[in-house]
Nanobody, 115 residues
Framework: QVQLVESGGGLVQAGGSLRLSCAASGIASSINAMGWYRQAPGKERELVAAIGAGRINYADSVKGRFTISRANAQNTVYLQMNSLKPEDTAVYYC??????????WGQGTQVTVSS
């Protein structure tokens, strides 16, 4: 059973930084990618960044500000978020699975950026 646990969310002023972490346990050999999604109130969940299968992908809205990375034998994924904007406010979810097909999800961590 794969479990994903996020941490690192919180409240920050615009222009500030946060680093999200996602620790995966029980990781299956079928998983080759991990990613971060976010969902703001009244909006659909959207991909923020993904890493795996030799690729890295970012949403246009975060390119140049966010960096995704993996460590610890690929069982931990990070999202470094710099130059945060109020529109980055959302619940951020860690996901794992095959590239662009995620089947495991974390519980989410709230990120709030004040103006």
């Amino acid at each position: 059973q794969v479990q994903l646990v996020e941490s690192g969310g919180g409240l920050v002023q615009a222009g500030g930084s946060l680093r999200l972490s996602c620790a995966a346990s029980g990781i299956a050999s079928s998983i080759n990618a991990m990613g971060w999604y976010r969902q703001a109130p009244g909006k659909e969940r959207e991909l923020v960044a993904a890493i795996g299968a030799g690729r890295i992908n970012y949403a246009d809205s975060v390119k140049g500000r966010f960096t995704i990375s993996r460590a610890n034998a690929q069982n931990t994924v990070y999202l470094q978020m710099n130059s945060l904007k109020p529109e980055d406010t959302a619940v951020y979810y860690c996901a794992a699975g095959r590239w662009a097909t995620y089947i495991y999800w974390g519980q989410g961590t709230q990120v709030t950026v004040s103006s």
